[in-house]
């Protein structure tokens, strides 16, 4: 008795997830956040008003927190952050990063860039306010942090699995093989990003000679956002699926029930 309770969270987990019992509270939540990730960028670029047709793309994501779709950007966040926390992974640590870019994510939602950074044409709500509550910096370091724990996942913790990927000569590549180069890319791409938008801020005014109006900073946050976004999306088998997709199996099932 005492044996079987000493099974651990981890392998049990593993064992259920196997046995597709926690389809629902793994698969689907991995795909709530690739989604919730992926939408981010394209709701803020085609559902923002702007004072200035010209700005049809802001320089930074975290200056929508001062338009009509500020309110949106901190529900994605929030939720991001909430569904991070809960989802438990397989240890300890890997549990530990995803806390600490769950606490970022929220940090970089409630600890907006400072006014005088994002007064321009294309803010509408520049006269408000700005909620100080750690600064500047402190919102940069949150959204660095919570990049670079996403990439540590992403790299470390996906890619492990509880079956062999030894291959015999002449066997093709199997999905679970595929996935971990996706999560090794998306991890990769992370980190490029938050090194590039570092060095961006450095050198801004010399980088700004050659790009101008480019919003450097949107592209790079963008391309990092969607690069979390389908690390997850694959991590939930949305991508490269083991068999069946799960979008064939709901299709029959709700035919089953109609």
């Not at 309770?5 to 698969?27: G, I, Q």
Request: proline letters at 4%; a positive charge.
């Amino acid at each position: 008795m005492n044996k079987e309770r000493k099974v651990s969270h981890k392998e049990t987990d593993k064992r259920k997830e196997s046995e597709n019992k926690l389809v629902l509270s793994y698969m689907t939540l991995r795909n709530l956040i690739g989604f919730s990730g992926f939408l981010l960028p394209v709701i803020l670029i085609f559902f923002t008003k702007s004072n200035d047709p010209s700005k049809f793309i802001l320089p930074t994501i975290s200056e929508y927190y001062y338009t009509n779709n500020g309110d949106i950007l901190v529900v994605i966040l929030s939720v991001l952050s909430v569904f991070l926390i809960t989802y438990n992974g397989y240890t300890p640590m890997e549990k530990f990063w995803m806390v600490l870019a769950a606490v970022c994510g929220l940090g970089v939602a409630f600890c907006p860039m400072s006014i005088e950074y994002t007064a321009g044409p294309g803010s509408l709500h520049t006269t408000l306010e700005v909620p100080k509550i750690l600064g500047r910096e402190w919102h940069m370091i949150f959204a660095s942090v919570f990049f670079i724990s996403i990439s540590i996942i992403s790299l470390y913790y996906f890619p492990k699995s509880n079956k062999s990927l030894i291959r015999k000569p002449g066997e093709k590549r199997t999905q679970k093989e595929k996935r971990n180069i996706v999560f090794k890319v998306c991890g990769i791409v992370m980190l490029l990003c938050v090194a590039l938008i570092g060095i961006y801020f450095i050198w801004i005014k010399d980088i700004k000679k050659v790009t101008g109006e480019v919003p450097v900073v949107f592209i790079f946050e963008s391309l990092a956002v969607w690069a979390f976004a389908v690390a997850w999306l694959t991590k939930g088998q949305t991508l490269l699926p083991d068999g069946e997709h799960y979008i064939y199996g709901t299709i029959r099932d709700i035919k089953k029930s109609l």
